[in-house]
T-cell receptor
Framework: GQQVMQIPQYQHVQEGEDFTTYCNSSTTLSNIQWYKQRPGGHPVFLIQLVKSGEVKKQKRLTFQFGEAKKNSSLHITATQTTDVGTYFCAGVSTGTASKLTFGTGTRLQVTL | NAGVTQTPKFQVLKTGQSMTLQCAQDMNHEYMSWYRQDPGMGLRLIHYSVGAGITDQGEVPNGYNVSRSTTEDFPLRLLSAAPSQTSVYFC??????????????FGSGTRLTVV
């Protein structure tokens, strides 16, 4: 079945440093979504990418969908303590429109 | 407030007991799903529904049953609880399936411990 892996599993940065998490799928995706989960909370939708090579920005967050539509990345510029949490990518494999498979997640810790 | 409501928030079961986790949404979403979250494994799809009367299995369906008699409700039943079912369970809904432009809306979760 479809597998979605994320690296790194965990990253600890100083406030102001940049952060990137990478997402890789074993199958071609029709779209990729990103979610953020604060400690003790539930996943919250951030964005969806659909087109090959697509890049979208939300303030300090930049999301990219790979040309082959099998990988994606999330980059945070100048992290803040409010960025703490686990970031998940989630993808839909081509031909399985109703199943969203989540990646393993990257936990981000930000300290002053 | 509009959203996905899950009950209970916490539950302790003994091995072999059965119970139902409740999930209700008031956004008129057609698509609903159940995930379980275990450390280091992300969220894994248990069952999902694309509309009232229609359900299908996800990645880890064994030991769980679902039904969808109304658009609003999507309960998850544990038939005979096992320690391996200790997890955090999330219900999620969306306007359509995985390709929803607005993503999934998640409930606040049910933390289940089976002893």
């Amino acid at each position: 079945g479809q597998q979605v892996m994320q690296i790194p599993q965990y990253q600890h940065v100083q406030e102001g440093e940049d952060f990137t998490t990478y997402c890789n799928s074993s199958t071609t995706l029709s779209n990729i979504q990103w979610y953020k989960q604060r400690p003790g909370g539930h996943p919250v939708f951030l964005i969806q990418l659909v087109k090959s090579g697509e890049v979208k920005k939300q303030k300090r967050l930049t999301f990219q969908f790979g040309e082959a539509k099998k990988n994606s990345s999330l980059h945070i510029t100048a992290t803040q303590t409010t960025d703490v949490g686990t970031y998940f990518c989630a993808g839909v494999s081509t031909g399985t429109a109703s199943k969203l498979t989540f990646g393993t997640g990257t936990r981000l810790q930000v300290t002053l | 407030n509009a959203g996905v409501t899950q009950t209970p928030k916490f539950q302790v079961l003994k091995t072999g007991q059965s119970m139902t986790l409740q999930c209700a949404q008031d956004m008129n979403h057609e698509y609903m799903s159940w995930y379980r979250q275990d450390p280091g494994m992300g969220l894994r799809l248990i069952h999902y529904s694309v509309g009232a009367g229609i359900t299908d299995q996800g990645e880890v369906p064994n030991g769980y049953n679902v039904s969808r008699s109304t658009t609003e409700d999507f309960p998850l039943r544990l038939l005979s609880a096992a320690p391996s079912q200790t997890s955090v369970y999330f219900c999620a809904s969306s306007y359509q399936g995985g390709a929803s432009l607005y993503g999934y809306t998640f409930g606040s979760g049910t933390r289940l411990t089976v002893v």
